[in-house]
């Protein structure tokens, strides 16, 4: 008798032990991952335009990551309304941003502008956005031939955008009817979205295209 309570007793106490550690590996892997947003939350991402440094942005005092020259940092998340936004240490605006909205803040000649951002439902396709932050007047996007415009002409400090088919492709940018930067070709992945950065290069118009990310 005195050898089953026994035997009772180990499997209780490693049972307990192999619970407890369990828990720990569950605490332990809650600081691997972001938690969610709050429902109805809005999403800006920083575009730094300007080829000085990196640079952090700011909503409402919350900071982002630093973001490479050229490049488009990570969608972070934050309570809808009336918000003051900051990209650097000089450039400040205030904008309304709405439940469920996605913004672009882009940094380019030296303004910070808050673009809305479409948002890509259909998630059979892929959806490309075009920022333009140089000083090139109507830039598209284009196959690398120029014979199909993706995405239509985009201002200084606007943006294009278009949802398409996941295919392997390869573009181009365009200033009017002038191509300014070749694309690598890549396979697009179906329910994703990427990101072109047009920008004031050290020798000219640049690009960079990355698959967009949240923080």
């Excluded at 490693?14 to 720990?24: C, P």
């Excluded at 630093?66 to 990209?87: D, E, K, L, R, T």
Aim: a positive charge.
């Amino acid at each position: 008798m005195k050898k089953v309570i026994k035997k009772l007793m180990t499997m209780i106490f490693i049972f307990s032990f192999v619970g407890l550690a369990s828990e720990k590996t569950k605490a332990g892997d809650d600081g691997l991952y972001a938690s969610a947003p709050p429902p109805g939350s809005a999403f800006v991402r920083f575009i730094n335009g300007d080829m000085g440094k990196p640079l952090k942005g700011s909503v409402r005092g919350k900071e982002s990551p630093s973001v490479a020259p050229g490049h488009a940092g990570g969608y972070m998340s934050a309570p809808p309304g009336q918000a003051q936004i900051a990209f650097g240490a000089d450039a400040t605006t205030s904008y309304d941003l709405k439940p469920a909205g996605h913004y672009d803040a882009i940094l380019a000649n030296g303004h910070l502008t808050i673009v809305d951002e479409p948002i890509n439902d259909n998630k059979l396709k892929t959806q490309i956005v075009l920022i333009n932050a140089s000083r090139e007047k109507d830039v598209s996007l284009k196959t690398a031939d120029g014979k199909l415009t993706v995405i239509e002409p985009a201002q200084p400090e606007k943006l294009g955008a278009r949802a398409v088919n996941p295919v392997k492709a390869a573009f181009a940018i365009y200033s009017g009817g002038n191509k300014i930067v070749d694309l690598d070709e890549r396979s697009l992945e179906r329910g994703s979205d990427y990101v072109i950065v047009v920008y004031e290069g050290a020798k000219g118009p640049a690009a960079s295209y990355d698959k967009s990310t949240g923080t």
